[in-house]
């Protein structure tokens, strides 16, 4: 999950064989995956799914060691020190001048802040209840993929959308006393930021690879990375663990530079329909992490809420497709 999650109409992100530049699959004739390619690619985009679902244990480990801005900060400089030396040492030239406004996007959306405001709820929400709310990311960014691409869904479509929107907010308020808390709000509009920069992303993946689209947006955040680190740094006190140590890599080169990377070329590999079905597993992975690395205790209505907004997205990948 940091981000993970992703767009999910076929217009959003597929990418055709003949016009591919990711080199992340090997056409027939006819233009369609071959099976080699096919296999590989779904491998791929289920690799992103399991790098995903660790990103909020991760993230509570961290927050062991390091205050939220440090986290965030912290973590966006390393994993664009990673993209920055694949960068270079396969020589990849400068995006096109028409590919900035999107990389800003995706920049804000899922480098800056998906993962500032989701670190900021997990500081008074659980993982588990985290992830319930998360889980309604497939269904937030095929809204924005159907206004980007001017797709109109089915009615079928937006049914279960919406209900799938009402059984998030309705678990979001049971879960808090019967109002919205803070942690909530900033789940919320991790959601939108979040959905907003996978659509974006993936409108670039058909131009570029998918790990360059991450790539390019980590180095464009360096700036504002280094400043936030050293000035979060100098408020927020440091207890390093190991526990803190190992949460801050992963999310940097586990969730935000590898998950992406595979992730995205398992999308461009085998389509957006197919790869978001392997992602309806992503809520109830992180359900597990949390019980196996955190110990938390699930609440009777987590595992419900994260069932029902399962069987949501799936009507809306066939309503879809």
Request: aromatic share 8%; hydrophobic share 55%.
């Amino acid at each position: 999950m940091t981000a993970q999650n992703s767009a999910t109409t076929a217009d959003a992100i597929a990418v055709t064989a003949s016009g591919s530049t990711t080199g992340s699959t090997t056409a027939s004739a006819s233009g369609a995956p071959s099976p080699t390619g096919f296999s590989r690619g779904t491998l791929l985009a289920a690799l992103g799914v399991v790098a995903f679902s660790l990103t909020f244990p991760s993230t509570v480990w961290g927050l062991e060691s390091f205050g939220p801005w440090s986290f965030v900060a912290v973590r966006s400089v390393l994993a664009a020190l990673i993209a920055g030396g694949f960068l270079l040492a396969l020589r990849v030239p400068l995006p096109h001048r028409r590919h900035l406004g999107g990389l800003l996007v995706v920049a804000g959306g899922v480098v800056v802040g998906f993962p500032l405001l989701t670190t900021l709820a997990l500081e008074t929400s659980t993982t588990s209840h985290a992830a319930v709310v998360v889980g309604l990311l497939p269904l937030t960014t095929a809204a924005f993929a159907a206004v980007r691409t001017g797709r109109r869904p089915s009615r079928t479509f937006w049914v279960a959308a919406g209900a799938g929107a009402a059984v998030v907010l309705a678990f979001a308020v049971q879960q808090s006393g019967g109002a919205l808390s803070a942690g909530d709000l900033y789940l919320f509009g991790a959601l939108l930021v979040c959905a907003a920069g996978y659509t974006e992303g993936g409108r670039l993946a058909r131009e570029m690879p998918g790990w360059q689209v991450i790539g390019w947006a980590l180095i464009g955040c360096l700036p504002l990375s280094l400043t936030g680190a050293a000035v979060a740094l100098s408020f927020e006190p440091v207890r390093l663990t190991a526990h803190g140590v190992i949460g801050l890599l992963w999310v940097a080169a586990g969730s935000t530079f590898f998950g992406l990377y595979v992730w995205y070329r398992g999308m461009a590999a085998i389509g957006i329909p197919r790869a978001s079905q392997l992602q309806l597993a992503q809520p109830v992975l992180t359900l597990v992490w949390s019980v196996l690395l955190l110990g938390e205790h699930l609440t009777p209505a987590a595992p419900l809420a994260a069932v029902a907004v399962l069987v949501c997205i799936a009507v809306t990948q066939r309503s879809a497709a």
